[in-house]
């Protein structure tokens, strides 16, 4: 959206004639329109809907380098569109600090422009600058981005972008910040509303000067006038997914070389510059030249759908980067499971079904699943809520994991904690009626909708039993996945037969349940029955100094019950 606005203000047009773009849930385009600005994941919507590409002549990629795992599969998929069905497609890669392999993988020519650019000068850390008490990431930023956000405004003149890697580091800043005499601290990041994204990158007004603090949002494509001075933290947060597991997770890393360079351009847009990194010169030396592709870290499930939908294996495309084949082959069982794709696969009718809805595949099971048994509205709102960031999330700690907190606050309830912030409360009811609208279904049992069983129909790898509570007085939870979590002291949910996990933080036996909802028997015996399994048992009882056999169902991990048997029908088990 700001990419389309950027280029149609500067040809002098309004946005949707000549430049129209096209985001999730808006749109601005005409029957003029020559140059349409779209997210990677529309891209990759338009040719699978239409694989010929009608009526486009040219697809530019623009910041390639940041190698975002939709971007991939795009370039994969219109490489492979060039090849079959339309030999005159031209493609172009853009990026100001391009990765020297795309141009010879590719066999392309390439066209520089300097475009017009003004000096920056760049200023690091020196040995001995960051003190001993500073360990972590947090400690560092904290400490060493307002001290040089002050030294900025002292140094140069005009306005200061400081980048942090995530909204709880730009809100800590911020709060560091505030007072400054005639200066306005503002946040700019993925989750605020449109206006507030707006009043971030409007110019100053009279003669109060600027600090905006920012996500990798404003790393690249983003002008925003007045900028004089950059302050760079030096670190990114990106997801890291766990393929065992079966999660994702967020980790604090140091960014590439190119994303500094990047980051340091901002202060050189309109006019002379100043970039401080907050690091030295042996560290820069040491950070990788570019970012590793989120095709070599991210849950591939998405992607695995989308290639079983063209009716390719991943060895069929070609890739700069190939997906990795323990990810890809975790993703495809995954997908078996929801029933999106066979044993060989191929897409399955669901599966396309869930492909047209461009959710995660976990979340389009929901939805579709939830419609089908008489929940489409709690469906929707829940799929909504699991596809943003938390609506009760706070700066007070940790909020009660239970999902249904979030419909009720959807839903206008007072719950427990600070209260939601109006716009992602917007946000969420305006996904929530979108994706409604997309399953064309408004079927509603009476009654309250069954939370836990949705997220148990997403997440039945997540089905979890309490098995007591440890030293702290934390429940102790095993989950059909085998692994073992832990429910924060005090949860209702720990009286439940059994609670289905949504989100899970931490790793190893620090692994918490955030995020989950309550699971009856009767549910789950009723609609997991298909994956519950009954065989027979021997084990050693170590009281009774004998070997007992026992036939036992079980989900998973999850022993469901047992009986004994006659030790010579059993086998020898765990």
Not at 406 to 418: F, I, S, T, Y
Request: with cysteine; glycine share 8%.
């Amino acid at each position: 959206r700001s990419a389309a606005t950027y280029v149609a203000k500067l040809r002098g047009e309004r946005v949707g004639e000549t430049v129209g773009y096209r985001v999730r849930m808006e749109s601005k385009v005409s029957r003029a329109t020559r140059l349409e600005v779209v997210t990677d994941g529309l891209l990759v919507r338009r040719i699978q809907d239409d694989p010929e590409l009608s009526g486009i002549g040219l697809l530019v990629f623009d910041e390639y380098h940041e190698r975002s795992l939709t971007a991939d599969l795009a370039l994969a998929l219109a490489l492979d569109v060039q090849a079959a069905l339309r030999p005159d497609l031209r493609l172009l890669l853009m990026s100001a600090t391009p990765d020297a392999r795309a141009a010879r993988w590719l066999q392309a020519p390439v066209i520089r422009s300097e475009g017009r650019t003004f000096p920056v000068d760049t200023r690091r850390l020196l040995p001995g600058d960051v003190p001993p008490d500073v360990r972590t990431p947090l400690d560092r930023l904290e400490r060493l981005v307002p001290q040089a956000v002050r030294r900025a405004l002292d140094e140069t003149d005009g306005d200061v972008l400081a980048f942090l890697p995530g909204v709880r580091e730009i809100e800590r800043v911020r709060e560091r910040l505030m007072g400054l005499s005639n200066v306005d601290v503002l946040p700019l990041h993925g989750s605020l509303s449109l206006s507030d994204q707006d009043a971030a990158l409007a110019p100053s007004s009279g003669s109060r000067r600027k600090v905006v603090v920012a996500s990798a949002i404003a790393e690249t494509s983003l002008t925003l006038p007045g900028i004089r001075a950059v302050v760079d933290g030096g670190f990114a947060r990106v997801p890291r997914y766990d393929a065992g597991a079966g999660r994702t997770s967020l980790a604090t890393v140091m960014h590439s070389r190119a994303s500094a360079e990047q980051r340091a351009g901002r202060a050189g847009r309109v006019a002379p510059g100043v970039c401080y990194q907050l690091w030295t010169s042996a560290e820069h030396d040491r950070r990788p030249a570019q970012q590793s592709p989120e095709m070599q870290h991210a849950d591939l499930a998405p992607l695995a759908l989308e290639l079983a939908a063209w009716g390719a294996g991943a060895g069929d495309l070609r890739w700069l980067d190939p997906p990795p084949h323990r990810t890809l082959e975790a993703a495809y069982e995954l997908l078996r499971g929801l029933g999106a794709v066979d044993s060989g696969h191929r897409v399955t009718p669901h599966g396309r079904a869930l492909v047209r809805l461009g959710l995660h595949p976990r979340l389009g099971h929901l939805l579709l699943r939830g419609a089908e048994l008489g929940h489409a509205r709690a469906a929707s709102d829940l799929a909504a809520v699991l596809s943003e960031r938390d609506l009760l999330r706070g700066s007070g700690g940790p909020p009660p994991p239970d999902a249904r907190l979030r419909l009720d606050a959807l839903a206008g309830k007072n719950v427990p904690g600070p209260p939601p912030s109006r716009g992602a409360i917007h946000r969420t009811k305006q996904l929530a009626r979108d994706l409604l609208r997309r399953i064309d279904s408004t079927a509603d049992r009476p009654g309250s909708a069954p939370v836990g069983l949705l997220v148990a129909l997403a997440f039945p790898d997540r089905i979890g039993q309490p098995e007591g509570t440890n030293q702290w007085g934390d429940v102790r939870v095993r989950l059909a996945s085998g692994q073992r979590a832990r429910l924060d002291k005090g949860s209702p949910l720990a009286d439940a037969d059994f609670i289905a996990a949504a989100t899970l933080q931490g790793e190893g036996d620090q692994l918490r349940i955030a995020l989950a909802a309550p699971l009856s028997s009767a549910e789950l015996e009723a609609h997991f029955a298909d994956q519950i399994a009954t065989d027979d048992h021997l084990a050693y009882d170590s009281d009774a100094d004998r070997v007992v056999a026992q036939s036992r169902r079980a989900l998973g991990a999850l022993v469901l019950s047992s009986k004994p048997v006659r030790p010579d029908s059993a086998r020898a088990g765990a």
